[in-house]
């Protein structure tokens, strides 16, 4: 595709659901990026993934979130027993290579009732 | 205090007026981004510097490695300049630390 895509857009679910957000970097792009932008709040960084592997996992807020990417393109992030403290627009990004420009994608809008 | 520091925090300007937006920060770093986030939330990466000055357009992005310091200026600002521009700088294991953004409004 000719961008970043997420999946879905908007998702409310209950507290103690789980939910699972996909990107779908652009394609040839090995780095891949999740943030957080919590409502009123900045940019948070969660998780990078250089291929299929993650470095770097020390962003994720607690144990309940999880991300994985498989074939070094489409990368999903789980929340477990969602909290609303959850709530927030979670965002991927991409880039040919992570000293590259990143591109970002839409972001899904998730809120924990 | 926050490793990155953005001020102003909101700017507003009338057309046509020059714009400065500053960021410093506390750690080492690789590269420092500038970003932009329209209203609807969307967001575009304008430049990604690690010494100098880049030109794109209107904007100008530049960087003080020794300083720690950068700033983002919009020459001949328009009311579709108006969003959230956001510093971040790429510090260990390629980890983007954000600031917490400027609101820019440019009113006709």
């Known amino acids: 595709g000719a961008g970043v895509s997420q999946s879905p857009s908007n998702k409310v679910t209950e507290k103690g659901k789980d939910v699972e957000l996909r990107c779908d970097p652009i394609?040839?792009?090995?780095?891949l990026y999740w943030y957080r932008q919590s409502l009123g709040q900045g940019l948070e960084f969660l998780i990078y993934f250089q291929g299929n592997s993650a470095p770097d996992k020390s962003g994720l807020p607690s144990d309940r979130f999880s991300a994985e990417r498989t074939g070094g393109s489409v990368s999903t992030l789980t929340i477990q027993r969602t909290q609303q403290e959850d709530s927030a627009v979670y965002l991927c990004a991409s880039s040919l290579s992570s000293q590259e420009t990143q591109y970002f994608g839409p972001g899904t809008r998730l809120l924990v009732l | 205090k926050n490793e990155v520091e953005q001020s102003p925090q909101n700017l507003t300007a009338q057309e046509g007026e020059f714009i400065t937006i500053n960021c410093s920060y506390s750690?080492?770093?690789?590269?420092l981004h500038w970003l932009q986030q329209h209203p609807g939330g969307g967001i575009v990466s304008l430049f990604m510097l690690s010494s100098g000055k880049k030109k794109h357009g209107r904007l100008i992005a530049t960087i003080n490695i020794q300083e720690k310091h950068s700033s983002l200026h919009i020459t001949a600002s328009h009311p579709r300049d108006s969003a959230v521009y956001i510093c971040a700088v790429r510090w260990t294991a390629d980890k983007l630390i954000f600031g917490t953004g400027t609101r820019l409004q440019v009113f006709p």
């Open positions: 394609s040839g792009h090995t780095a």
């Open positions: 750690v080492g770093i690789s590269a």
